[in-house]
């Protein structure tokens, strides 16, 4: 099963279930436009504006790829986007996202899971 039939399964199974979670790609696309974009670049390559200016072993990780050097899984990759790298021993660049509700979160990370081509 290739990693978009397992995103379309999630969003269908969140929609059909009539879960209490409001799990939503399109909201994960806007926030990840919003807050990971500028460093991640807008298809999760990891080569966003700001990546540019950064040295080779602070650029930001390739979604394309999937390989998370910390996200080991979602429980680990929701602290990180919450928390922030420096927060769990990872980039200081990494901005914590504090403010996203739980939902918000499961919605970036289904858009995150999306991008994965290889």
Do not use: W
């Not at 939503?24 to 670049?41: I, M, N, P, S, V």
């Not at 950064?54 to 990180?80: G, I, V």
């Not at 919450?82 to 509700?101: E, F």
């Amino acid at each position: 099963m290739n990693s978009r039939h397992i995103v379309l399964c999630l969003a269908f199974s969140a929609l059909t279930l009539g879960t209490a979670h409001a799990v939503d790609l399109e909201k994960g696309k806007t926030l990840y436009a919003q807050r990971c974009a500028t460093c991640h670049g807008d298809k999760g390559a990891g080569d966003g504006p700001i990546a540019a200016s950064l040295p080779a072993e602070q650029k930001p990780r390739n979604f394309q790829e999937a390989k998370y050097k910390y996200a080991t899984d979602d429980d680990k990759f929701k602290e990180l986007i919450k928390k922030g790298g420096a927060a769990v021993g990872l980039s200081m660049l990494m901005p914590g996202q504090a403010d996203l509700s739980d939902d918000d979160i499961e919605s970036l990370l289904l858009f995150v899971y999306s991008l994965k081509t290889k």
